[in-house]
């Protein structure tokens, strides 16, 4: 877990309905204004009452957590790191499996857990590392049993998976690599039990979803509709989607994003080892010839045709769904070719050295930044030192880690313009200027209003790390 990360706004609304859950006893994101919204056209209309545009298990599973560890960011955190040691021990039952290789599983085990995605995924409260640390053991626990309990390992591997999809819809890759393995590997074992089976935990699980549902199903309706608008339209123009994919889920992770320097482009050279390790599984007859490593072969040609027609915000945070595949991937070729060329053991240990090398630095690089501390957690101390209980602050509904979830901060980046409550204080921060800049092409009233409001009505009192704090003067 790395600590000294910024809370990110994703944190504050996947912490608030599940403390609210044990709190006030509903799913709520109250801490951002029912007026508002996350992205243009999003409606967040009984938000405060009920969230349904985030699928409920992580939820329940941070409620769970909280009552025995306690709330807050910590533990929050905590909580994703420890879904990634299981992922970690899933990916490793995996790539054991081939061949039984205990070399390359130990291989695959060691880039995996220095991986600064793999890391940053585990350090970070988003729902990501519990869907695919989730799906992953779906993966490993069907690997591990379809030989000698083949019913056990459909229905357990589906438990897993059901609960990553109902953690998060990326989830639904842990469902294509099980049933891309039920088809290469065990076709003829496939009958009636095994198909009744399979969809029982879904079931459950959707008839669980389905009565909290029925609390409001308009609100329900309009909530997973607008927030999925958008999201599927790879479907209509897929070579420009998978350009997209490339350019803005890979290529800007590692070191293409305006703005990047030199030193950031070589993280691309991570990126040639990523997509190396398939390629050249696929060019080894010894592994393309194993059932098994033609699976995975297959899982991470569907993972990349999946999340390239079929998830349209091409944001670098599920690449933690993707890469512990092929990094596996690489480890299997460089163990089988340690084995089978000792001429090339040196360059394979560099490769080896140079991978986990530069992700160590990518991780070292954000704990020596600690912008947890030296950024959010000064403007923090400078609200709570100079702001009164009374007073209305808007804010990015991260800061609610700081100054409390019940606190007077609302999440309301239109600064009343919709819901006429006007603010006292304004922070700003990277994500408010952002979202101002993007209201000048959508809804420039809105823009033009915030920007008034602040010049005439309110003094900039604080401006330091990107954060600044505007108080009301009239």
């Given amino acids: 877990m790395v600590p000294r990360v910024a809370p990110y706004v994703d944190e504050a609304m996947l912490f608030s309905p599940a403390r609210n859950l044990i709190v006030h006893g509903h799913m709520g994101t109250s801490i951002i204004d029912v007026t508002s919204e996350l992205r243009e056209g999003m409606s967040l209309r009984g938000i405060d009452r009920y969230t349904f545009q985030i699928m409920p298990f992580s939820f329940l599973a941070q409620a769970a957590w909280y009552r025995a560890a306690g709330m807050g960011l910590f533990q929050l955190r905590m909580l994703s790191a420890l879904f990634g040691i299981l992922g970690l021990l899933a990916w490793y039952t995996v790539f054991a499996r081939p061949g039984e290789n205990r070399a390359a599983a130990l291989l695959a085990l060691a880039f995996i857990s220095t991986d600064f995605v793999f890391v940053l995924a585990g350090a970070f409260g988003r729902n990501d590392m519990m869907a695919a640390s989730l799906a992953a053991a779906g993966i490993a626990s069907y690997v591990s049993w379809r030989e000698k309990r083949f019913l056990r390992a459909v229905l357990v591997s589906q438990c897993f998976v059901a609960a990553s999809i109902f953690t998060h819809p990326a989830g639904l890759l842990g469902l294509s690599a099980v049933v891309i393995l039920a088809l290469s590997l065990d076709r003829g074992r496939i009958g009636i039990k095994p198909l009744l089976v399979a969809p029982v935990p879904y079931i459950v699980a959707a008839a669980a979803w389905g009565l909290y549902i029925l609390r409001a199903p308009d609100i329900f309706a309009e909530q997973l509709r607008t927030n999925a608008a958008n999201r599927f339209g790879g479907f209509s123009a897929p070579l420009q989607a998978f350009w997209l994919e490339i350019r803005m889920r890979y290529l800007a992770e590692f070191g293409f994003r305006d703005g ?124 709570k030192g100079n702001t009164a209980p009374s007073q209305r602050i808007v804010g990015s509904c991260e800061l609610a880690f700081g100054l409390g979830f019940d606190a007077n901060l609302v999440d309301d980046h239109r600064l009343g313009y919709f819901s006429h409550k006007q603010p006292d204080v304004v922070v700003v921060n990277d994500r408010y200027r952002e979202l101002f800049a993007r209201m000048k092409v959508y809804k420039p009233e809105v823009a033009a209003y915030v920007e008034e409001l602040l010049r005439s009505r309110f003094t900039k009192r604080y401006d330091r790390n990107g954060w600044q704090v505007y108080v009301r003067t009239s």
């Fill in 260 to 383: 990047d320097g030199a030193a950031a482009r070589l993280k691309v050279i991570l990126l040639v080892l990523y997509f190396a390790g398939p390629l050249l599984v696929l060019l080894t007859p010894a592994l393309r010839q194993r059932r098994p490593v033609r699976a995975l072969l297959w899982i991470t040609a569907a993972d990349f045709l999946i999340f390239g027609i079929t998830e349209g915000t091409k944001q670098g945070y599920y690449l933690v769904h993707v890469l512990p595949l092929m990094e596996g991937l690489l480890a299997l070729w460089i163990a089988e070719t340690w084995s089978a060329r000792r001429s090339l053991r040196p360059v394979l240990a560099g490769v080896a050295v140079v991978f986990v090398g530069m992700n160590l630095l990518r991780i070292g690089g954000i704990w020596h930044k600690d912008r947890l501390h030296n950024e959010y957690g000064e403007a923090v101390e400078y609200l």
